[in-house]
Each structure stands twice: as C-alpha cells, then as structure tokens.
C-alpha cells in the first residue's frame, strides 16, 4: 500500500485509517446508500445539556454524541469526521457496484475504478490465489546472492509496492531552498511499527507490543513455510534489524523541524553514506540514472544502514525483505495472511475487535489508488458550484481576519508584519477538487486481477512521482483526493486544500445558520491559514521556500507565545499515564486557536455587513453559544486506548476534547458567552494567544 512522502504537509485530522484486511461476518446486512444522510451543522441531540460549559465544555456540546456513538466494532476510533467519511464510502461503493457490474458505456476511468472494484470484491477468487501474488518478489529475493544484486532487486521492489518499510523510499519533492524545483528525495524508512519510540519505550504495555510484534512476524514466516524454530529465529533477526534501524531515525518532534530534513548532496555525496550500496545501479533500475541532486532526509540514517548493509549477511537480508514484503502484501492475500496482519496491526495495536467488511476496504483502496477518477464521479453528484462559491466566500473573510490580525498584532514589528502579509496574500486557496483531473491513462486495470491491479497502481503513482525530478512545478496538484473528509497546508506550494468531502454537513451546513458554520468549517479554514504561521509553517516564505523571514527580536516574540501553548497542552492526559507530547502537537494547537479566532473575527465582520441575518436565541442557545457549540461538534469522538497510545506518540493532533476545551480557556468570547465565572475550569488566569 502507498504512503505518502510529502513533508510537512499539516492536515487537519491525521490519517490513520490502516487498511487491514477483512473476514468478519458481516453483523447486519449492509447496503450502498443512494443518497447522502442529513445530520445538521448543531445537533442539539449531541449535547448533554446536564454538563455545566464552564466545567467541561467539550461534555456539555459533545456528551450526547459521545453517548449516541459507540465506536463500530471495526474501528480504532469514531468521531464526526469519522462517521462522516463512512457515510461518503457508503456513497461511493453505490457509484463503484453499478460501475463494477456494467460493461458498456463507461469512460476510461469508469472502466478502471469499476473493474478495480470488481477484483477487489471477488473474495473467492482472492481466497483461490492464496499466496500466489508474491511469489514474483519472493523468486527476486530468493535470487539475492550479494550486496552487488540488492540495488537493482530493492529499485523494482520499491516501484511494485511504494512502500517505505523497504529500507528505505525514494521519490521527489520540492527543494527546500528553492520551491518551483522539484528533486529527487531519499527517506528514512525500514520501520514495521509506527514510530520509532515504539522500539525502545520501557513500560509494560509498550513491552508487550514488541513481544507480539515478533510473535506475528513469526507466524507470517509459518505461513511462508518456514519452520516453527526457524520462524522464530527469522523473526527475532528482523526485529534486531529494525531496531537497528530505529535507533538511527529522527523522533516524530525532530521531524517537524524542516532544517532536520534538510541535506542536499551529489551523486558523489550520496555514494559516501553508504559506500557498498552501488546508487547508480539503484537509480539505472529506476529510470533515474542521471539525477545529480538529491535531498537525503535523514544521513545518520543512511550511514547506519550502510553499515548494516555491510555487516548483514545475505540470509538476514533476504529474510528481512520477505518479512516486509509479506506485511506488504498481507491485506490483498488470502484470509489467513489477512487475518494475521489484521491481528496485529488493527487488533493487538490499536485495539479493533473486528475486521472492516470487505466493501469499506475495496472503496478506500480505489480512493487511494484511483483517487481522482473516483472523485470525479463524487464531484459530478455531491459538490454544486454553488456551495464552492459559498466555501469560497467563507475562505476569503477569513483571509480578511487574518490580514487584520497581522495587523493589530502587539509583539511584532512593522518589518516582519509586512512580509508576513506578503506571504498572507500569495496563499492559494484549493477548494472542492483540482482544476485539472489526473491522467490515468498509463494505468492499466484489469478485470479479476486484483493484485495485479494493486501492483500496476503502486507502480504507475512511484513513476508518476520520480517522472517531476527536473519537471516545473505543478502547482494545481492536490495532496488529497475530492472525496476525503480532511484539509490540509501545504508550506512549499504555500496553498490551503479544502476537499468537496469535507465540505458537506455536518461539517458545512448551507440549511444551518451562520453562527456554528463560522464555529466549524471558519474555524477549519482559519486551522489551515493559521498553519503557515505555526511554528514550522512560519519558517517558510511566500514563494514556499525555506527561509528565515523574521527579525531576531520578533522570533523571540513567537516562542514565548508558544511556550504558552506547549506548557498548557503538556498538562492533559491521553490516556493513562501518557500525557499530550506538546512539541509534537505544538503547530496543530497553534493552529486550532488561531483558527477559531479567525473564525469568530469572519462571523463578527459577516453579521456587521448583513445585520437582517441577526439570530434571536435558537434551541434555548444564543448565536455567540451557537458559534461555540458548532465549533466543538466537528470534534465529538470516542477512541480506544490502544489506539489513543499510538497516536500519542504519532499524531501531532492532541485529542478531540482538548482541542475544544483547550481552546475555550484561552478565548474570552467563549467566557462571556457561557457567563463563565473566574476560577471555574474553562477560565484561565493566564490565557495563551500566539495568532
Ligand atoms: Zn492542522
């Protein structure tokens, strides 16, 4: 399965939705929806009215939700985002059943996401291949003799399968000092657990992890036909491997930092990290034999693993690229390969008692692999121009409040403010889905090939990638594909991308009035505007390059107010006795509060040009209320403790409720809406404001 490998690209919700395969007995019989469920913008069925705001907020406007909400058995978490990307899945599996079954009069892309869909679905015949898709990769590493073969073997495997945890992933991104150039990047990789943390944290519950982590590397070898004792062994080498390998990567905090990922280097340059490992072998394999430059996000990385490399037998290397290429692979195999990778990678690590059925897992991966073919579809049937016009004007007020905020700001000089306008206006705003549609054609689909199809799709997106190196910039591109329930900035292309499935309700509510539309989606727009101030974003300028644009003393300003947010956030619990990492969720706290203050300053500016739209009290809640309320629905969610411990190492977002509740405590508006008293748990004495 793909990864993406773009940098510091700051999206609004992390993506964690692992695609594990399925085998459960379906608990109800399900069915494609034809037409999209309404849930209004404020539902005051989501609040527990019982909850005192001033107490716990996120309880009074969420309590309800929570309660009505049990997380689905197949899910690690289930919030509103969540259950809103569902319902767009439940949509698109309609498009893709119709799809799937005509044979005549379909496009190209019709034709492609149908049959796509088709092989996906066929259970029977995924069960009757059984292992049999791997056996192509498996003859390749079985033919591995010496260090002279790994390049050329790792460059074919690396454009089948796109997939990091092979060493290492190569493709192209923009040059840090110089965005309109796109250059090859080599990325640290090699991992099977989700952080590197994870290899060396020292409580019992990470201990166990690391203990079953081998345990299910060992059962994968037994079903490669290893045996039991030799499984064992295998899996214990792998483990020491990665490790290894852990050892010489970044934390997630190092990793937010761009100068950290910043190392350019020649073709010479890039020989002297790993000196056994021929380069220009791997590159002639890629189709990437001339490139002279290359960004290398990680060198300690590449020397330990040219030293690895080095010192490794043939067999330990052989034995590690079966290992990742089996996890690889695992969720398109048959059910006992993917009930294995299941057990661990959903159930064991993120506490999921049951696999998704089969059509959720089929539409993400068209969505993944197809994305923009199958967003076409969604576009032409849920996104009218008149709702991006609308997402639009709600884009440009919140500009508006932005540039006044820079403005009115007390701790920065007249210098620094006026590149920070520079930068303000060259934003560009992406809303609904790409101006220019991505060209499949290369990408061949065929019916009843469903590895196949995986494979060629792998393929065709690393060609897609390496084919930029040395190309002018696309700047309509999209990180994100139109039916995604998410929103991301992007630094480099300087760009805020708002896709037609986030836009829908109960996120963006056109039936609902203004008040929890500014709480919720402005508060989202203001989230992205806010991220190219944040505390990474603000080290790039307006044409997207890496660049200190601040004076020393205005700097100083910022961290101070930073330090604020990390001192605060570092105070709330995720899960027992793991607090929030705030270096780590440092920009998205950032840029939650700047975006509901932008938020409240576009809805303020909004109802002063149309005063005939002023609201009278609403559901027993006055619009000020109502803005609140809103805001804090699109954050409603239940997790599991398991996955809560993940994310607390990997996701730079702290969980829902602080990022209601943490917010509220820093926003007068918010105090003399809910008549909040000092000392009262929703009122701060020293209250953080950065934007
Ligand atoms: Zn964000």
């Known amino acids: 399965m793909q990864s993406s490998l773009r940098l510091a690209v700051c999206a609004f919700l992390a993506g964690c939705a692992t695609i594990a395969a399925a085998q459960a007995p379906a608990p109800a019989i399900e069915h494609p929806a034809t037409t999209f469920p309404y849930t209004p913008g404020l539902d005051v069925a989501s609040m527990d009215r019982n909850a005192d705001p001033c107490v716990d907020f996120y309880q009074y406007a969420c309590g309800g939700w929570m309660k009505n909400n049990p997380i689905p058995a197949d899910q690690a978490r289930w919030g509103v985002y969540g259950k809103l990307a569902q319902d767009n899945r439940r949509y698109l599996w309609g498009i893709l059943e119709d799809l799937s079954q005509r044979q005549e009069g379909r496009n190209a892309n019709q034709q492609k996401i149908g049959d796509y869909f088709g092989a ?87 201990k166990d992890i690391r203990a079953k982590y081998v345990t299910h590397i060992a059962n994968t070898f037994r079903l490669l036909g290893d045996a039991p004792a030799e499984a064992q062994r ?283 539309n500014y709480g919720n989606t402005g508060g989202t727009i203001g989230h992205e505007l806010t991220h190219a101030f944040d505390d990474e974003g603000r080290q790039f300028d307006a044409n997207g390059n890496l660049k200190d644009w601040w004076t020393k003393k205005d700097a100083k300003a910022f961290e101070e107010r930073t330090q604020c947010i990390v001192d605060q956030y570092a105070q709330y619990t995720v899960v027992d006795d793991i607090k929030i990492n705030s270096k780590l969720t440092l920009g998205e706290d950032v840029a939650d509060l700047g975006g509901l203050i932008l938020g409240w300053m576009a809805w303020q500016a909004e109802m002063a040009s149309m005063p005939q739209k002023a609201q009278p009290l609403r559901d027993g809640l006055s619009p000020e209320q109502r803005f609140f309320v809103g805001y804090a629905q699109w954050a409603c969610e239940n997790d599991r403790p398991e996955n809560l411990r993940v994310n607390a190492m990997t996701d730079p977002h702290s969980p829902g409720r602080y990022r209601v509740n943490g917010l509220m405590v820093n926003m007068p508006q918010f105090q003399q809406a809910f008549q909040c008293k000092p000392g009262q748990p929703m009122v701060k004495e020293k209250r953080c404001r950065v934007w």
């Open 120 to 206: 996906c679905m066929d259970e029977k015949a995924v069960e009757e291949r059984g292992a049999a898709p791997l056996k192509p990769y498996f003859d390749e590493i079985a033919a591995l003799r010496s260090n002279r073969d790994l390049p050329r073997v790792l460059a074919r495997l690396h454009l089948a399968l796109a997939d990091p945890g092979l060493f290492f992933a190569f493709s192209s991104s923009q040059d840090f000092a110089d965005s309109s150039r796109v250059i090859a990047f080599a990325f640290a990789g090699g991992l099977g657990l989700p952080d590197r943390d994870a290899y060396f944290k020292s409580d019992a519950k990470s």
């Open 234 to 516: 295998n899996a214990v080498r792998v483990m020491q491997m990665e490790t290894t390998l852990a050892k010489a990567s970044l934390s997630t905090v190092d990793k937010r930092d761009p100068y950290k990922l910043f190392h350019k280097v020649d073709a010479k340059g890039l020989q002297a990290l790993t000196p056994g490992f021929d380069w220009h072998a791997y590159l002639d394999e890629l189709g990437q034999g001339n490139q002279a430059t290359f960004n290398v996000t990680e060198p300690a990385f590449f020397k330990a693993l040219g030293t690895m490399w080095k010192t490794n037998d043939m067999a330990s290397t052989r034995t590690y690229l079966r290992w990742h290429v089996a996890r690889n692979l695992s969720p398109v195999l048959a059910s006992n390969f993917d009930n294995e990778h299941f057990d661990f990678f959903s159930r064991t690590l993120r506490g999921v008692p049951q696999q998704q059925p089969r059509w959720k897992r089929c539409v993400a991966l068209v969505d993944q692999q197809l994305g923009e073919a199958l967003g076409q579809e969604f576009v032409g049937r849920a996104f009218s121009p008149g709702l991006k016009e609308k997402a639009l004007h709600m884009t440009r007020q919140i500009e508006e409040a932005m540039k006044q905020d820079i403005d009115e700001l007390d701790w920065m000089s007249a210098a620094t403010k006026a590149q920070a306008q520079k930068k303000l206006a060259a934003i560009v705003n992406k809303i609904g889905y790409p101006d220019k549609w991505r060209d499949y054609g290369a990408y061949v689909v065929k019916p009843g090939d469903f590895a196949g199809n995986v494979r060629r799709g792998n393929e065709f997106e690393t060609r897609r990638q390496l084919a930029k190196i040395g190309k002018p910039l696309d700047r309509s591109e999209w990180g994100m594909t139109p039916p995604t329930v998410n929103a991301y900035f992007d630094p480099q292309m300087n760009d805020i991308n708002f896709p037609a499935g986030v836009l829908q309700p109960p996120l963006f509510d056109p039936k609902m009035d203004d008040a929890p």
